[in-house]
């Protein structure tokens, strides 16, 4: 049974941007990830051992997103895809950053960036 587990409004404060204000003060970051997963096993067992624990879900976007620094919120976005990709069962992952109230020169809630990746297949 293919399904979706999702991890919405992970919210850190970070450290990311092109500017030398956003990669010294921070401003608070939200993200979702879209996991695609087969859930047969864990309806059956009702066992997380048999799902993607959301727990490590936000635990891994939280140690990203406070980790290291990126001038680009898709460079965030990219590595919390891959890291998704390798800690867990998912064959497919959705990221989505937010970097709510950016620097700009006016009123903006938020700039985002949606990115996709799934996993290679063996030959």
Known sequence: MLGRILVGG???HGYHGLTRLEREIG??????VDLACDLEAAAA???VKDTIDYREVHHTVIEI???D???LIETLA????DAMLSRTKAAAVTVRV??????????VDSVSV????ERKRSK
Request: aromatic share 8%; glycine share 8%.
């Open 65 to 67: 997103g406070r980790g």
């Open 78 to 81: 990219a590595k919390i895809a």
């Open 10 to 12: 992970i919210k850190f």
């Open 98 to 107: 937010r970097k709510e109230t950016p620097i700009l020169d006016g009123i």
């Open 69 to 71: 620094s990126y001038r």
């Open 45 to 47: 067992s009702d066992r």
């Open 27 to 32: 401003v608070r970051y939200s993200v979702d």
């Open 114 to 117: 949606e990115l996709s990746r």
